[in-house]
Structures are given as C-alpha cells and as structure tokens.
C-alpha cells in the first residue's frame, strides 16, 4: 500500500512540472531620443572647458580626471598624468559615433561665454537657440562632467579550512561617467551615462591594505570603457533590433548587434 501511494505521489509530481512556455519575436523598439526630420547637425558642447578657455579646441583641451587610488581612510587623490589621455580621446570618440550611428553632421562649439554657459545649463531656451543657430543645429549635447578611474565594487571573505583564519580579495572595476544635457526644441533633457567592468582583484591584508589600480599605469583600460560610454550615449538617439522572448508570460530583451 505504501508503495501504491509513493507511486501515486510521484506520479503527481512528475504530470504538475510542465515545461515552460517558450515564444520569441523580432522587435523594433523606438530610439530614446528620437531626431527631428529637421535635425541637420549635432553641436557638442564642452561645459567644463569652454567658460575658461573659450579658445579651445575641445578634441585637444584636457581637464582634471580624478584617479581612485582610495585607501582604507577613504582619501581620493587626483591624477593628472592620463588627463590628455581619456578626456580629449572620448570627444573624439563621441564626435565619430554621432557622426556614423546617425549619419549627421557633428559641430563642436569652440567659444561660447561664461554668463551664456551657466545660462545653457540653468537650461534657458533663449540661449539654446542662438547656439543652434550660430551652428545649424537641431540638436545640443552639453558635456556637463566626465569622471573615469577605478573602484571597489566587492571583497570576498574565504574561510579557510582548519582554522579560524581568513582571506580576503578585493574585486575592482573600471569606470567612465558622463553627464550630459541633451537639448532639442524646448526640451531639456539629463542623462547619466555610465559604463563599468571587472578590471582586476587583489589580496587585502594588514600588510596588503585595499588599493585601487593606478590609472596612470591602465591608461588603456579607461581609453576602452570611455569609447564605451561614447557609444551607450549615443544609442540614446538609435532605433534597437532585439528578440523579444516570452517564458512562462515573462517578457525578456536581448538586443541583435
């Protein structure tokens, strides 16, 4: 009789676990941003460098970039050293992508007053058109700050075996972050773009105290993730192509590159 039961259960059990439901479709989704037919060029705008040096050319203009060499106190230092490097390299980079993913011309404001800059970020639409008509432009991208380095994103605790002793790693990634004003018509738009990735880890100890990677001795990793950021920024304004996928009623995205 157990058996017949036992039987019976497992019967039950095997019939209720039904295989997911698996559907799947291609999609269009709209571009975040969508570009006005109108739109005949894209005007860049470097906020932190033009109000000081209205003469700059911003793909050769370098600014402070912080390097996250934090220690246990939790004191940043700041680094001058990959300043060129990373901040003249991703107005390069940002210049291209615009200019191939939107098939648009790309304009770099070389000289625009400080009044007029607090003006354009207080975001005060009369400014906003003189520069789109100084330069022909439908839209305005305003780089309000970028910040590249690295930082902790965990540490592993390890218990070892036999003992009451641990280890420690401590995992770090590599980071660049935009903050941009984008303007089109009447509208003022925030964006906060951010690219990170694993980098690199390291033992912690007494004698080993936390330590972020030196960007001086990364330059390359913080070149790939600003070229990173330069096209997540850029994709605010392109259409995406993905599959659409349905389990069990749950909708999942995976974009097609």
Do not use: W
């Amino acid at each position: 009789m157990n058996k017949f039961l036992l039987f019976i259960f497992l019967l039950v059990l095997i019939s209720s676990c039904k295989p997911p439901v698996y559907t799947y479709r291609y999609k269009t989704i709209p571009a975040e941003i969508e570009i006005l037919d109108t739109t005949k060029a894209v005007l860049l705008v470097n906020a932190e460098v033009l109000p000081d040096n209205p003469n700059a050319d911003l793909v050769q203009t370098s600014v402070n970039l912080k390097e996250y060499s934090t220690n246990e106190m939790g004191i940043d230092k700041v680094n001058s050293e990959i300043v060129n490097v990373s901040k003249s390299n991703f107005i390069h980079y940002l210049t291209n992508d615009l200019h191939d993913g939107l098939k648009i011309r790309v304009e770099i404001a070389t000289h625009i007053e400080k009044n007029e800059m607090e003006l354009l970020l207080s975001k005060n639409p009369g400014v906003a058109n003189k520069l789109m008509n100084k330069y022909d432009a439908g839209i305005i991208i305003v780089i309000k700050s970028e910040e590249g380095g690295f930082k902790l994103n965990k540490i592993d605790k390890i218990k070892y075996t036999g003992n009451n002793k641990f280890s420690k790693t401590a995992l770090y990634d590599v980071f660049y972050d935009t903050k941009a004003l984008i303007i089109q018509d009447d509208n003022f738009l925030d964006r906060d773009i951010y690219v990170s990735k694993y980098h690199s880890e390291r033992s912690v100890s007494k004698d080993m105290p936390m330590k972020l990677p030196k960007p001086s001795r990364n330059k390359a990793d913080i070149n790939t993730v600003s070229k990173d950021n330069s096209k997540k920024l850029t994709q605010l304004f392109m259409e995406k192509n993905v599959v659409e996928t349905f389990i069990d009623n749950k909708r999942y995205y995976s974009e097609i590159q």
